[in-house]
């Protein structure tokens, strides 16, 4: 790490250099942006729920290449964009604008961007409060070959109506992208180099550390107790932008490779820390079918590209959607601190309400999970479940994920059942599981054990489902992946 501390942090808006002084760096991207003059970019929830906020950053894709990734600004602090190349929707037409000159000189139809010109020509925009963000995650996508619905299921219109913005995602996946910014991917670097930016604020001083080293993270803790680290800042952002929290030190963890890596053994496949949502999506689809599942309803595409595993498990979350899956797939943790490293089951890791293992000084290195069927078994069967108020893009009311091993005459010889949403913690169905192991898989065996999974668990009543509702879910989740595979 530099020893000096830098008063400093540069970055690249819309192909400017921009040096930013005297700014927090937990300011999120989006309020920079809007405090600069650039107001194109615009904000409606401020949450990550609408979309309206995306700009797109250039990041390494899960193949380790450089692509536009569509992020909510609204999240990511501009301590997470220093030495990044960010663009935004006023910055993306063919001609250059300077950000104080578009109102005097109106840009021409022939002058936009080819997303741009495909929302003009469907008729995709109406009051236009909703169209940055479209435009943005529609570029993102456009230099991917993948605009469709997935690429703007993070994106809300309320007044449009989806349609047109469909066409234009069809009209635009036709067209095969070789202009500026294609020419831009193709010599952008995706190396972040240590940063330790410092900046004073209304008195109080704060730090944003970005090591490129796992050792220097766990220095870094040593030095500051208090530190928070963060990672793809999609639970934190909200704390920094909604609720005004102050956060003297932030130690970043996306520039640190050991965190970022995706290993396969024999016997289990690790997975980095900070390794982001997406990447999971791409380079393991097929080989956890209930993590697949998972990941496909978790939140949308913006913040699926900033999310991380260690973040989901790192907030001790009840209602985090990872932790079921992992639970039942019997996940291991890897952590490292102050006296070195240890390993423990994710099961013994959520203690209480957003109570956790991790001791002072330490972080979650990555996640271990077992890619060995049980001795004697011949089938693993497995899926996993979301039930929330609406489809996607939303928080669970319960989530759950089952494995179970069979052997040729379908005998159970090992079962997992893990659920979020119904406890303090992730927590696994551990008597119903001991029952199952060597009965027969079939309808007596699945009744005798709801009646089981009916008391095993007392939820809470909240805003998003009441617990008898919540108990419900519980057995009938099972019943479901039961009629599935039987
Ligand atoms: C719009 C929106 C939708 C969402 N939808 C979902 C959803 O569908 N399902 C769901 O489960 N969650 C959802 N979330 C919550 C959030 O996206 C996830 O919890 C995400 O996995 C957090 O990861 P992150 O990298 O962004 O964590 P950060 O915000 O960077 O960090 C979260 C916490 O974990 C700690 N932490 C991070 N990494 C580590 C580490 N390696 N070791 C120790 N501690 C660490 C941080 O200090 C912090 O306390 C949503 C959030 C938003 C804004
Ligand atoms: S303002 Fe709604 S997602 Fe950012
Ligand atoms: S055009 Fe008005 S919200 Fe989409």
Known sequence: MPQQLDVELSLTINGEPVSVKACSPA??????????GRAGTKEGCGDGDCGACTVAIIGAGADGQP?????????????????????????????????????????????????????????????????????????????????DDLSVEGNLCRCTGYIPIRRAAQMVAQAAPQDRFAEQLLSASTVLSPLAYTTDNNGHSEQFYRP???????????????????????????????HRQHYPTLISLEAVAELKQIQQT?????????????????NLHGLFPSLDE???????RQVRN????????????????????????????????????????????????????????????????????????????TQSYKIGKRGTDDISIVAAAFVVDVDSRNTILHARLGYGGVAA?????TAVEAF????????????????LLKEAFTPLTDLRGSADYRKLLVVNLFEKFFVEFS
Request: net charge negative.
């Open 67 to 147: 692509h536009y990734q569509a992020v909510n600004s609204c999240l990511i602090p501009l301590g997470a964009v220093a030495e990044r190349q960010v663009f935004t929707a006023d910055g993306i037409t063919q001609c250059h604008i300077p950000k104080d000159a578009f109102v005097k000189e109106p840009v021409t139809v022939d002058q936009l961007h080819p997303v741009q010109s495909a929302m003009v020509e469907t008729g995709g925009s109406q009051c236009g409060y909703c169209t940055p963000g479209f435009i943005m995650s529609l570029f993102a996508a456009y230099y991917d070959g993948t605009p």
């Open 294 to 300: 998972m990941i496909h309803w978790f939140a949308a």
């Open 425 to 429: 913690t992730p927590v696994r169905a």
């Open 27 to 36: 300011m999120t991207l989006l309020e920079y942006l809007r405090l600069s």
């Open 436 to 451: 199952l192991v060597g009965q027969p898989w079939n309808a007596e065996t699945i009744q005798a054990a709801k009646l």
């Open 212 to 242: 490129t080293q796992l050792s220097e993270v766990l220095d870094l803790m040593q030095q500051y107790p208090d530190a928070t680290l963060v990672a793809g800042a999609t639970d934190l952002g909200l704390e920094m932008s909604w």
């Open 266 to 282: 024999d016997e289990f496949v690790e997975i980095g820390a900070a390794v982001p949502l997406s990447h999971i999506e791409a």
């Open 306 to 381: 900033r999310a991380t595993l260690g973040g989901n498990i790192g907030t001790g979350s009840p209602i985090g959607d990872l932790p079921p899956v992992l639970l039942a797939l019997d996940a291991r943790l890897r952590l490292a601190g102050p006296s070195g490293e240890r390993t423990m089951p994710l099961a013994d890791f959520f203690t209480g309400y957003r109570q956790t293992e991790l001791q002072p000084g330490e972080v979650i290195v990555a996640v271990q999970i077992p890619q060995t069927l049980t001795p004697g078994a011949t089938r693993r069967l």
